[in-house]
């Protein structure tokens, strides 16, 4: 239960008390703390105020410093209960989610969670593909609550399993008629899939007798679904150069309206931030769209081609040439920014074009694979190679928002490179799809036969805590080899301490702490 929720009834109760409480300088001690005796805000704990039923405890116990000075008293209430010995069962239930017993990332202390996560091992009962029926792993995917793990296959099917119990529910034979790329949850219930046979599928796991309806509108190979909340729009995008949106608010058995809102050549993936707030799109020529403001209502007629022989130096709203921001590592920003006006566009979907820096790449191409956002929209993260496609690196960059000052209507943030490191170059040609954990400590990286786990600084700290004044490396909190071939796909459960990878030869691996 909340803090919001426990104060509920005592609010109504005590009113009528409430003004003389306040002017006592004792209306924030009427307030109780959550259960686990802290209020997080963005990933950060804040200690709550002693009451003086709890003096007698340590300062350890309070969720104070050892020594220093202590936050001011905030009046009566005796809502820490700090001094209160607890068992290990009612620890984890106080750090429960609601929908079970279960640790929830983003609330446990995150030295629990680096000792989790560093005793990641295979778990005995993971799944089981057979190569002859199914093919390689393309993509992993939860369902919201965590209750069904589903796979894309590369021989046109998708299975769902029970990722608590490795439980077969069901295999969709036949969901497409070539390769599936990708599966997009909309809800618990209502999922989307996207293939080579250049169409998106919707299913309900209520009925998967058969597809909810097909959408027709990509003229390629359909790589990767996003989903808009607060217009329940959903994104798609293939390798005909196309984004495009469906209206599921008016979708029938016979598909729902669409439009192309995007093109530009080379595209590869295509991703919007958690908020709905800004769709970046990378390319096989090392290129990184970033479209602000978003409104996916409306669409974009841009000239994308002479974008994208953009020069790679900085440019300001009139064209001209910009020195460096900075002399050291701090770079990577070599962007063309568009006046969005100039190029057409609507001021709600201000154009921004970046050459993310490559580590060892200053001088050389590259190609960026593999797309993905940090859950509270702190970051993006990359996988890429080299154009000669010997060498690949996993790079974070965090967004810089209002960085220096900018003309009006420019786009208000860039990208600055703050951790990579190299990763092992095996499958040459295939994408390795990587992703952040929950609460975004942590990346699960494909790295040759197996994952690895990596934090940006040995604490499994928060990004906002530990970003680097020079680029840094990311540090390795677990390695783990349990695949017979190279893994393409990784998978971080949202409400479980677990993680899934797919491989190449068709198997899945399920990895879950070990004591």
């Not at 690949?392 to 000052?405: L, M």
């Not at 040995?458 to 677990?478: F, I, N």
């Not at 695949?483 to 677990?498: A, G, I, R």
């Amino acid at each position: 239960m909340s803090s919001e929720d426990a104060d509920e009834p005592r609010d109504r109760a005590g009113s009528s008390s409430s003004s003389s409480s306040s002017s006592s300088g004792g209306g924030g001690g009427d307030k109780e703390p959550d259960m686990d005796g802290s209020d997080r805000d963005g990933g950060l704990a804040r200690s709550c105020p002693p009451s003086p039923s709890a003096t007698s405890a340590t300062p350890e116990e309070r969720g104070e410093p050892a020594s220093g000075p202590r936050p001011a008293d905030g009046g009566g209430g005796s809502g820490c209960d700090a001094g209160r010995p607890r068992s290990l069962f009612s620890w984890l239930q106080n750090r429960s989610i609601r929908r079970g017993v279960f640790v929830d990332p983003v609330r446990d202390n995150f030295r629990i969670m680096t000792s989790l996560y560093s005793s990641m091992n295979p778990a005995a009962d993971s799944v089981n593909l057979s190569t002859k029926t199914h093919g390689a792993v393309f993509n992993l995917e939860y369902s919201p609550d965590g209750s069904v793990l589903t796979v894309a296959c590369e021989q046109t099917e998708v299975l769902l399993f029970d990722p608590v119990s490795s439980r077969h529910i069901k295999t969709l034979t036949e969901a497409h008629e070539d390769c599936v790329n990708n599966i997009r949850f909309l809800d618990n219930r209502l999922f989307a899939t996207c293939s080579d046979d250049t169409t998106i599928a919707l299913w309900d796991l209520r009925k998967l007798n058969s597809k909810v309806c097909s959408l027709h509108g990509h003229a390629s190979w359909v790589k990767n679904i996003e989903y808009d909340t607060n217009t329940r729009l959903l994104v798609t995008s293939g390798f005909d150069g196309n984004v495009i949106t469906w209206d599921t608010n008016r979708f029938t058995e016979d598909g729902c309206p669409h439009k192309k809102f995007f093109h530009t050549r080379y595209l590869m993936r295509m991703r919007l931030t958690p908020d709905c707030s800004k769709m970046l799109i990378s390319t096989s020529s090392g290129y990184l769209l970033i479209l602000h403001d978003l409104d996916l209502t409306q669409s974009l007629e841009v000239g994308s081609y002479r974008m994208l022989r953009a020069r790679r130096t900085p440019l300001t709203s009139d064209g001209g040439a910009l020195a460096s921001r900075s002399a050291g590592p701090r770079h990577g920003n070599d962007s063309g920014k568009l006046h969005p006006h100039r190029e057409g566009l609507s001021p709600r979907n201000s154009l921004e074009v970046l050459t993310p820096e490559i580590p060892g790449e200053r001088d050389r191409g590259s190609c960026i694979t593999s797309l993905q956002l940090h859950p509270k929209g702190w970051a993006t993260l990359i996988r890429c190679s080299s154009n000669m496609d010997d060498r690949e690196w996993t790079c974070v960059y965090e967004f810089q928002e209002g960085a220096p000052a900018r003309p009006p209507l420019s786009p208000r943030c860039s990208l600055r490179l703050t951790h990579y490191i190299e990763e092992a170059n095996v499958g040459r040609g295939y994408i390795k799809e990587l992703c952040f954990s929950p609460d975004g400590r942590l990346i699960c990286s494909p790295y040759g036969y197996g994952v690895r786990l990596l934090a940006f600084d040995d604490s499994c700290g928060e990004l906002a805590d530990c970003v680097p004044v020079q680029t840094g490396c990311l540090r390795e909190v677990r390695a783990i080899y349990s695949h017979s071939d190279v893994v393409l796909t990784t998978k971080f459960s949202p409400t479980h301490c677990q993680v899934a990878s797919g491989c190449l030869s068709g198997r899945v691996a399920l990895y879950q702490p070990k004591f």
